[in-house]
Nanobody, 127 residues
Framework: QVQVVESGGGVVQAGGSLRLSCTVS????????MAWFRQAPGKEREGVSGISWNGGRTYYTDSVKGRFTISRDNAKNTLYLQMHSLKPEDTAMYYC????????????????????WGQGTQVTVSS
């Protein structure tokens, strides 16, 4: 049984930092593209950042470039998202997802291409 568990969310003031973690079990972690998505109330789920199976390629949505860094530790089956200079508009539920290793620059942010999801961790940025 595949389990995807996010942690690290919380409440932070604007300009602050958080690091999200996602631990995966029940699949060969190093064989999957991994991504972070987020969804704010009343908005569609959007891709925040993605990373290839070996960490060699990373992808970011424009609004987080230069502020967020995605990384993975395949030995620990863990995905990370380091977030700096947080803004109130970053407030959302953040989800970790595992998908096909074929996902790339044109598809990493398509949520329907990811079969495995966590329950999410809430990030709230106060102004």
């Amino acid at each position: 049984q595949v389990q995807v568990v996010e942690s690290g969310g919380g409440v932070v003031q604007a300009g602050g930092s958080l690091r999200l973690s996602c631990t995966v079990s029940g699949l060969s972690f190093d064989g999957y593209t991994m991504a972070w998505f987020r969804q704010a109330p009343g908005k569609e789920r959007e891709g925040v950042s993605g990373i290839s199976w070996n960490g060699g390629r990373t992808y970011y949505t424009d609004s987080v470039k230069g502020r967020f860094t995605i990384s993975r530790d395949n030995a620990k089956n863990t995905l990370y998202l380091q977030m700096h200079s947080l803004k109130p508009e970053d407030t959302a539920m953040y989800y970790c997802a595992a998908g096909s290793p074929s996902l790339g620059s044109g598809s990493w942010n398509l949520h329907y291409r990811y079969p495995y999801w966590g329950q999410g961790t809430q990030v709230t940025v106060s102004s």
